[in-house]
């Protein structure tokens, strides 16, 4: 396998390559614009045979993309940020249809205050609308969860579109040495689409997304929701066959580091995952036993699998990259929901951090477990701003 | 359940609505002395109620015709004219 550095950005360029992809429509943003300036280059160069829409918007970026998909074409899109919150009815619209599209998600900060940098907030903010939203943490990662995406979408059990969520600037941009699969190994992995029962066909007509009377609308949502949950055991299976392919696995829905013999937990979703590994490492070294949950699928949410890893760990810090004014964040109340009809439950502290890019460190995530403990024995706030300036006098 | 599609679908089905025509307070009726045949009104209907027969004369299918009055707008030959429906 051809080792190369390549930006977290040419990475998904090179999935959508790599996937044989049919039909590519995007709107230029920043953090996300280099993707599709890559993948333009291919198409031009005649590296990729695929059909590439210049369109007006993310709206209609997310259009053209449904109607490529609904006849049968693999799809590619991506954005970030208010390019997403613009896209959302589309985005909806492709979740319900059940259509397979892929579209790469590089988090940004939502305005205002007006930010380029990287948080959660705008794929979060688009998390019921029947899409499965999977996050990398390194620039491999990235690549193969492309490939894997197309894999897990296509899959005539899901049958869903799939959102691949890197960090804005501190994947899109950082540079790393990447093994690149060859093509031979991708064809054999991803072979051509196959056409799903709904097809728009010609010597078929029938229009789609047509209204369904309330005595037909609540199966759907429920055919939908059933999808999801066999998207999550696809998802373990399609990692395991990629793992036997090419020696990678990620571990499905979750990524557990050190958690064999942890007695307290740090769950994160993200790239700065490597930042928490390394702050485990340390306290491991102070002879806290502690290790690190990467949740790497929010939809379908692992909700059992955490809760079984979790149930042997005493405390669990959730150190969050997004806020949902006055709940206060997506992230920490999923987990605790998760873990709330388990028999035997952590106790659970959440962490608002890196909201608009600021910087958190390996230092930031010690500090977090050490005050989640903390919190535990003298019942502390269960509710913490990392790193905010002023602490609760800003207001 | 399991007969139902992943997601809403509607196949071409002729009337699947209903009579739609029920809802009709005028109705068009053709002259067919100023008719010149040239279909603009079976182009332009909606629903489509007027059905072209085979040597290119019109009718109405008054079954379909929900007396939008668009044909008799658009009639060049000024041949259709939108009659008050009585019960
Ligand atoms: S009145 Fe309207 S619906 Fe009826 S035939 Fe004319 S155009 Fe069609
Ligand atoms: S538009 Fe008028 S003239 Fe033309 S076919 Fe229809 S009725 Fe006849």
Redesign the interface.
Known sequence: MPRVVLSGNEAVAVGVKLSRVNVVAAYPITPQTTIVEKIADYVEQGELKARFINVESEHSAMAACIGAAAGGARCFTATSSQGLLYMGEMVYWAG???LPIVMAVVNRALAPPWSIWCDHNDALSLRDAGWIQMWAESVQEVLDMMVLAYKVAENERV?LPVMVNLDGFLLSHAYEPVEVPTQETVDLFLPEKRP???WIDVVD????????SPD?YM??R??LQAAMDEAARVIEEVDAEWSRMTGRSYGGLLELYKCEDAEVGLVVVGSWAGDAKEAIDRLREKGVRAGVIRLRVTRPFPSRSLASVAESMDAVAVVDRSLSPGLPSVLLSEVRNALYDNGKKPYVKGFIAGLGGRDVTPLDFEAAVESTLKAKEDGGSRVEWLGLKGGRDVC | ?SN?????????AKGSAGRTGLWRTERPVINYERCVKCLICWLYCPEPAVVRRGDDSVEIDYDYCKGCGICANECPAKAITMVEEVS
């Open positions: 319900g249809a059940r049958l799903a029962p709904y007509p029938k229009s789609y997304g047509t209204i369904a037909t199966e759907f429920f055919k | 359940m139902l599609p992943l997601t809403a679908i509607a196949y071409p």
